[in-house]
């Protein structure tokens, strides 16, 4: 992470801000006004957007002195497999609204850094031309349960047949949650029409369509996809379905209260997400960090505690990882990236994080982000 003391970034002019909070006033300033609303956009008066900030405000790191910090050990371990550093790109849909070339720069970008990728269901690009873009790059596929079991099937096999190694299973978001800033904009029915790649290539819902999908039948295409998009109905029993279905790992993204964690464990999954999905379901939910010492406490021992909502630099990572959690997911950041300088921003984006994270873990006298403990941490006065 040096190298970017030593060469500046990108041989010394920097093409983006080092800092999130900059990148995203860049965006709100470069960006088409209703894109830009869309990824910046949470839900109802957005105040769980902002508690997901304030949860890390919070909690401050008490740095520790003379403890050897000269090699810094990032990597982590997850289902077997050892990653670089604790992040992953979290699944963002729709990503052609930020870029012409949406998923498929972020796969390159990710497989660049070592990163791995979560590909949305509501992706542009599809399973298979984003596999093919991050080639080697480890990569994972975040499912939308759809309301129809056969489509449900199709996806699953189809991430399984292109490579991705685990399945994250996003609860949160059967019904799309009340966003001001898209119904204001009247955005949805555009957005609709570019977050269909993995459906109009899907042999069940082509078969679902009946037709070949074209210019004549699309719109009848796309309000079918809205039709099957999320299931309300799904209950704890339903996972059997999918645990039939995939061999390898299954997380459930979304898990906020430790019973839902439990039940989890309890039904054979192998991980969940604690996220309130960038505070973009439900309006006056609780910071999401606020949740994790909880979960990590209720099933720490059992599965792999993953965290997102609101990671913005190195420490909120330090402190995410010290209260629990064996890695983190990062959104919008890397969509803004994405949406100022294509795959090189989504790079820059990478880039800054983890150097960010190696340098603070130096300052802080941690050497090895498998160690990090809630000892760590304190409470801001006042708290
Ligand atoms: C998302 N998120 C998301 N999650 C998911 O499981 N499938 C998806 O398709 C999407 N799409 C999506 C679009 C946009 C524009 C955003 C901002 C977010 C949620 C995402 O994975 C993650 O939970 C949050 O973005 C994390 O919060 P931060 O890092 O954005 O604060």
Known sequence: QNEIYR?????????????????????????????????????????????????????RIVPRMLRDVAVRDLSVELFGRRLRSPLLLGPVGVLTIMHPEGELAV?????????PMILSTASSHSIEQVAQAGGEGPRWYQLYWPNDRDLA?????????????????TLDTHTLGWRPRDLDQAYLPFLYGIGVA??????????????PIGETNRD???????????????????????????????????????DD?????????????????????????????DALPAVAEAVGDRLTVLFDSG?????????????????????????YGLGLAGQAG????????LADLDITMATSGNARVADLSPDLLTTAPGH
Not at 153 to 169: K, M, N, P, T
Not at 198 to 211: E, I, M, S, W
Not at 346 to 353: D, E, P, S
């Open 153 to 169: 099937a199709s996806f699953v096999q189809r991430a399984h047949d292109s490579g991705y190694e685990a399945l994250v299973v």
């Open 107 to 115: 796969a390159r970008a990710a497989a660049a850094e070592q990163v």
């Open 311 to 335: 990671i913005r630099s190195g420490s909120d990572v330090i402190k995410a990882l010290a209260l629990g959690a064996k890695a983190v997911l990062l959104g919008r950041p890397y969509a």
């Open 7 to 59: 060469d500046g970034l990108d041989g010394g002019t920097p093409i983006l801000p080092t800092g999130m909070a900059a990148l995203e006033r860049l965006a709100q300033e470069r960006l088409d006004s209703r894109a830009f609303g869309y990824v910046a956009g949470s839900a109802g008066t957005e105040s769980t957007a902002r508690a997901n900030l304030e949860a890390f405000g919070r909690r």
């Open 198 to 211: 993995n459906y109009f290539t899907d042999p069940v819902f082509q078969k679902l369509v009946g037709d």
């Open 220 to 258: 009848r295409a796309i309000a079918i996809w809205a039709r099957l998009f999320g299931d309300p109905s799904l209950t704890w029993d339903d996972l059997p379905f999918l645990r039939e279905r995939w061999q390898g790992p299954i997380v459930l993204k979304g898990i906020q209260h430790p």
């Open 346 to 353: 989504v790079r820059h984006v990478i880039r800054c994080l």
């Open 261 to 289: 964690a439990r039940r989890a464990a309890d039904a054979g999954m192998d991980g969940v997400v604690v996220s309130n999905h960038g505070g973009r379901q439900v309006d006056g939910a609780a910071g999401a960090l």
